[in-house]
């Protein structure tokens, strides 16, 4: 027993040097295209899909997989940087557009950018077609209200989700800055917060946001909602 215990404890370490190894520190700067930092941008990968924001200077180092892909997400443009043998990802942005840049300048060099239609951050009934955009594979931020969609769904976060166990919520207290959505493409994720009811926007009457929570250290995220569902045919 001790001889398999010890077996099992070998090949567990192995497979987390092997699986450490692959991974790559990659340095991504995000500027405008005169060279200012944007840290308000919001960073991921194709690999580990939870989102950081850059520093004050706007770069980050992430750990990336070989091939992996960076998703720098801007309001509705997200943009799309594969990673290379480079360590370093500097990256330009001008309005809907996202260039490799050099220098703190942008080259002629442009990146895939996927760019959500407008829509009114209070009215679900107006969330876009995920299913139009085949290309949104792995994860994505965009201001709108903390709601999970899956599959044209609306999945409410529950209203503790990023909240501190001890914390209170206080009424009447106005939000600081736009809610956030997020989205997931796949089964929910176990930190994204705990699902306690399912609503089709087509049922959906009305969204009121009440308070708005920080979330994963990000302002503006998760929160109190107040729903209201149509009746029958109403």
Known sequence: MKKQALLCFVLLSVGFLVAAAQTQPVKITVTNTKGKPLNKALISLKSAPHYRTPGKDGSLTVQALPNDTIFVTLDRYIG???????????????????????????TSTAYTV????????????????????????????VRYPAVRIKDGEAYLLSSSAGRPSSGTLATGEQQSSPPMLIVVDGSPRQNFGTVNDVVR????????IKKADAMYGMRGAGGIMEITLKKGGE
């Open 114 to 141: 996927l760019t959500l239609p407008p829509f009114n951050q209070y009215d679900l009934t107006t969330m876009p077609n995920l299913h139009a955009y085949p290309d949104l594979k792995s994860f994505v931020t």
């Open 201 to 208: 926007p087509s049922e959906l009457k009305s969204l009121v």
């Open 80 to 106: 799309s940087i594969p990673v290379d043998a480079s360590s370093d990802v500097a990256v330009a942005v001008a309005k809907g557009q996202m260039f490799k840049a050099e220098n703190g300048k942008p």
